[in-house]
């Protein structure tokens, strides 16, 4: 194996069935009288064998992903008898043999019994099929997906913030009111974490989708009426699940049945741990293995979108100059001025946000991108002023390439409707699905609370990417 250099493993084979031990008991076991299975018939023959890479047909292969731009070397394997040729298909992936010139068309021949090794620098994110192309095979099951994402789009994915919910977070147990809706990073309060009640317990986030999750942030906990007791966990284990049924063990690199990851030793300080390679799935569980007091977890999750673009665009690092948002109007009141250049997320001050002269719905704000950008998500905030919360509780969407011509995303043959925010200071992330690619976006109030004051970050990516 060379240092820096990613070694996977693909066997391509066909199973036939008829081979099997268990031919016989399977028969007598699915086709009982007046059913019966004449091995002799093509149909049969046919219906009993299946292609498969790696044992698994049809884009089931699990965990099939690799970073753009890092050196991978795959090593292709056909194990089949006399007759049985391959011919590897990496669709949109070139790559090269024994660093000879490159195939740009991603072809390899596999011949009965022969090993062969390609090298791949993969420069375009997404999500591309390898496949056998020859037209039986492929049509029997003999492909696969494969994930080339960007090691750079790592960000926390809602735990500390809030985007994700209450109801996203579950657990086996909880003792007394450490539910697991406190299991967030940072937490405060008398009750400031999810606490279990043994070493069986364990802690689950929902995703809502598939996303690839790089790493994850655990603390502690302080417990009792002056917080001097502190309980959390020291080693734990990750699973994680598709469909929260069928689930799998993080092992890493590893060739144990588990990855035990290194957790607290206090209840306030933050302890991060990176998976390599990342984890795709929906669901994640938190298995505490060794804790003092009881098993606690205050957690965020690092990770990304499985497009590798869920960025931020720069409304609140302030990449994006003031003189690129721009609105119908805004609020002058008592030597305070709410440009639309405030409506960056968390942005601080006594004038603290955007807000419009007057609450009506032909107010907007604007973002120019200076350039198209793949847009995929917005995340917006209300304000607060004279201790009162103010916020836009619903929102439309409108794009536009050059600033004149505007398309507003809709939804049923009308304007689609974003579910906005109910607590001033809450961060509220909607996903556009499809993304939305434009240079310029326009957002227009529809329902608000108090008066309209908006904060903002868009999510997204660049539309093009460096070859």
Not at 114 to 134: A, D, K, N, Q, Y
Not at 308 to 324: D, E, F, H
Not at 404 to 422: A, P, S
Request: proline share 6%; glycine share 8%; net charge neutral.
């Amino acid at each position: 194996m060379q240092p820096g250099v990613r070694d996977l493993f693909l066997l391509f084979t066909i199973f036939d069935e008829q081979k099997s031990w268990y031919m016989e008991e399977n028969i007598k076991k699915f086709c009982s009288p007046p059913c019966r299975a004449n091995k002799n018939d093509p149909w049969f023959e046919m219906s009993n064998k299946f292609s498969a890479i790696n044992g698994y047909v049809a884009e089931t292969l699990p965990g099939l992903a690799i970073e753009q731009y890092k050196t991978v070397r795959w090593h292709l394997m056909n194990m089949g008898s006399g007759g049985e040729f391959h011919s590897v298909y990496f669709h949109g992936l070139p790559f090269s043999v024994r660093n000879d010139e490159e195939h740009r068309m991603g072809v390899f021949n596999l011949y009965p019994g022969v090993f062969g090794t390609v090298e791949m620098r993969p420069p375009m994110l997404g999500t591309w099929m390898v496949e056998c192309s020859i037209g039986e095979h492929q049509l029997s099951g003999m492909r696969a997906k494969l994930l080339v994402y960007d090691p750079e789009c790592i960000q926390p994915l809602g735990m500390e913030s809030g985007i994700i919910s209450d109801e996203q977070i579950s657990a086996s147990d909880y003792y007394d009111n450490w539910e697991p809706g406190l299991a967030r990073l940072q937490q405060s309060g008398s009750f400031n974490a999810w606490v279990g009640h043994s070493k069986t317990s364990w802690l689950q986030v929902d995703l809502r989708k598939p996303m690839l999750i790089h790493g994850l942030q655990t603390q502690g906990a302080r417990t009792g009426s002056l917080g001097i007791k502190e309980t959390f966990t020291m080693y734990f284990t990750v699973s994680y699940s598709m469909d929260n049924e069928h689930w799998k063990i993080y092992r890493g690199n590893d060739s144990k049945p588990s990855k035990v990851f290194i957790g607290n030793w206090d209840g306030s300080s933050v302890n991060e741990n990176l998976l390599s390679p990342p984890i795709i799935g929906q669901h994640i569980r938190l298995n505490p293995v060794v804790f003092k007091g009881r098993p606690t977890f205050r957690l965020e999750l690092l990770g990304c979108d499985l497009n590798s673009c869920l960025m931020p665009l720069g409304m609140q690092k302030k990449t994006i100059p003031n003189n690129s948002i721009t609105a119908s109007s805004y609020l002058y009141k008592w030597l305070l001025s709410w440009t639309p250049s405030l409506a960056r997320l968390h942005q601080e001050g006594r004038a603290n946000a955007w807000r419009p002269k007057s609450n009506d719905p032909h107010q907007w704000i604007q973002v120019d991108f200076m350039e198209q950008r793949r847009v995929t998500g917005i995340i917006t905030q209300g304000a607060r002023s004279m201790l009162q919360g103010m916020m836009v509780t619903e929102f439309c969407v409108s794009t536009s390439d050059n600033g004149h011509d505007w398309t507003m995303v809709m939804e049923g043959g009308r304007e689609k409707k974003f579910e906005g925010n109910m607590e001033y200071d809450e961060q509220k992330l909607n996903l556009f699905d499809p993304p939305l690619f434009a240079r310029y976006i326009r957002i227009f109030p529809r329902g608000w609370l108090n008066d309209i004051a908006l904060r903002l970050e868009f999510l997204g990516c660049e539309t093009q990417q460096r070859l």
